[in-house]
């Protein structure tokens, strides 16, 4: 049986979640090839029932969430294997022997595929080289062409389903003039593949997109995890959020030039977690004590705006967080994010299936923080709360 395909029937139609929650947000940092670990993330909570009500990607995670949102919950898995499948497809080896030793040699033969031919449904090379275009020409900011992936996605992903509000998205990406980084948000603009595109768009592999006058390179660039997005929204909705990461801010110290590159590119483009949830708490404290203060003031002496605002503080939002991060293997390297291969791609997905039904299990950690705590973390790798 195909390891991404449910063993059992799925409950998505329930629609389950904890008491108090008003939301269920899936929150997917980008990883190129690592994103397929996203994948088998869904396919657990679409096992389990549990929607997401928001969908907020950057890069890979980007186009994994326009396939959730821009299908209705009964075809996302199947979309979402399809699009995976695609461009996965090419064979690198017909025969791997057992082994880490053999296992690198094979993964460094499907980046080079990758780097020489590109990936089917995704991007092509270019036919001239940048370093032989003239300046001003389409071939001379970037090594391929991401038409395919345009194409892909209009096949995919219904976005006028996604422009329908059904499901809350946004996409991060930073514009190439100012440095700039925002979020393509459905609630605030019509969606379309080139948003998907430009949030994905890594120089100088990828092009940059041009998206009115402006012109727009891969989010990751600036925020490789849109969580802060979510907290920004202050909406007062109590929040189940899995923050899917794809590289681990933690590791092993290098023993060779190969997983020093590895180990920099975890650090560059790993999730800063910790250092949101940490800034909201700061934030949350000081409503908390402002609220407080409001309190001992006697009516009569309240504004108006200070009674709005104490009215709006009684009821602070809850917000617990399921951290998946993936789990590198010791035959990748740094080259994880680009190598393709059907075999990893399928690794990847089992291992964020894996990794969320074990997080599942904890329903202790399912459920919304009691009242004057403002955030919960919870990582089934560590097995303790931040």
Known sequence: MDARAPDTEPSATSDWRPDRCDRIALVLQGGGALGAYQAGVYQALHEEGMEPDWVCGVSIGAINSAIIA??????????????????????????????????????????????????????????LNPWLSPAGAKTATSYYDTMPLRDTLLELVDFDLINSRKLHFAVGAVNVLTGNFLYFDNKKEVIGPEHIMASGALPPALPMVKIGTDHFWDGGIVSNTPLQHLLEQ????????????????????????????????????????????????????????????????????????????????????????LQLIYQQRIYEGDSKDHEFSATSMREHWQSGLEDTRRTLLRRDWLSMPEDGTSIVVHDVHRERDY
């Open 70 to 127: 821009g299908n209705p919950p009964e075809r996302r898995l199947e979309r979402l294997q399809a699009f995976w499948d695609r461009i996965t497809a090419r064979k690198v080896w017909h025969y791997t022997p057992d082994g880490d030793v053999y296992r690198k040699a094979r993964n460094l033969t499907s980046t080079w595929l990758t780097t020489t031919l590109g990936q089917p449904g995704f991007f092509k090379p270019h036919e």
């Open 234 to 321: 202050d909406d007062g909705k109590n929040s189940l959020v899995f923050q899917v990461d794809l590289f681990s801010a933690r590791g092993l110290l290098p023993r060779d030039i190969q997983e020093v590159m590895a180990r920099h590119k975890d650090i560059v483009y790993s999730s800063r977690t910790r250092y949101n949830t940490d800034v909201y708490k700061r934030m949350n404290n000081l409503k908390a004590d402002y609220y407080q203060a409001l309190l001992k003031i006697p009516e009569d002496k309240l504004s108006n705006q200070e009674r709005a605002a104490r009215d709006r503080l009684a009821h602070l939002a809850g917000i617990t967080i």
